[in-house]
């Protein structure tokens, strides 16, 4: 399995606290990404990173923000958490010119009340 | 900007009768295709994927998909389901062309497998 840690796996937080989701991988992959999965919407695509300090808006970007300083972390903040953002998080990485695919970390499940 | 459209939400299947998942994706000089399956409450875990070369691909599970450049299509299929594949299944695009690497992902279709 790949090396994908996402902390914390679990959180219920307050609307209008802000968040931080932490995706640490130890396979020196140059591409990390966070998608959100919500039924009947699949995997969107929120930001990605194509390298340290190198990042970009995906598919539904409103509301959060990134940051990679180091190549293994990459961070999803929610700066003012709402309820529409209540979903299971997932952190993935990739290095599409060799093995091509996205290893997925396990999920953080977020909870906004 | 890439998609992938999968028409199918759900699909219920008798075991050990074949199924087919359809997914078509918008046009792309260069594509990477994927297919994901996520168990109950489980995490994502490749199927197969297509990056180049022979256009039938084979996974795990039994499974394989065909890429289709001129229907834009990247169909999952397998020849007799099990009770044990009742799961979500994902069909994914990256635009390797664009250099920029985004995998972009349809809304999934549910497979049931009855006994």
């Known amino acids: 399995d790949a090396g994908i840690t996402q902390s914390p796996r679990h959180k219920v937080t307050e609307t209008g606290t802000p968040v931080t989701l932490r995706c640490h991988q130890t396979e020196n992959h140059r591409y990390m990404y966070w998608y959100r999965q919500d039924p009947g919407h699949g995997l969107r695509l929120i930001h990605y990173?194509?390298?340290?300090?190198?990042?970009d808006k995906g598919e539904v970007s409103d509301g959060y923000s990134v940051s990679r300083s180091k190549t293994e972390d990459f961070l999803l903040t929610l700066e003012s958490a709402t309820s529409s953002q209540t979903s299971v998080y997932f952190c993935?990485?990739?290095?599409?010119?060799?093995?091509?695919?996205?290893?997925f970390g396990e999920g953080s499940r977020l909870t906004v009340l | 900007a890439q998609s992938v459209t999968q028409l199918d939400s759900q699909v219920p299947v008798f075991e050990e009768a074949p199924v087919e998942l359809r997914c078509n994706y918008s046009s792309s000089v260069s594509v990477y295709l994927f297919w994901y399956v996520q168990y109950p409450n489980q995490g994502l875990q490749l199927l197969l994927k297509y990056l180049s070369g022979s256009t039938l691909v084979k996974g795990i599970n039994g499974f394989e998909a065909e890429f289709n450049k001129s229907q834009t299509s990247f169909h999952l299929r397998k020849p007799s389901v099990h009770i044990s594949d009742t799961a979500e299944y994902f069909c994914?695009?990256?635009?390797?062309?664009?250099?920029?690497?985004?995998?972009?992902f349809g809304t999934g279709t549910r497979l049931k497998v009855l006994a």
């Open positions: 994914a695009v990256s635009d390797g062309a664009s250099g920029t690497y985004k995998y972009i």
């Open positions: 990173s194509y390298g340290v300090k190198d990042t």
């Open positions: 993935a990485i990739s290095d599409p010119l060799s093995t091509g695919e996205l290893f």
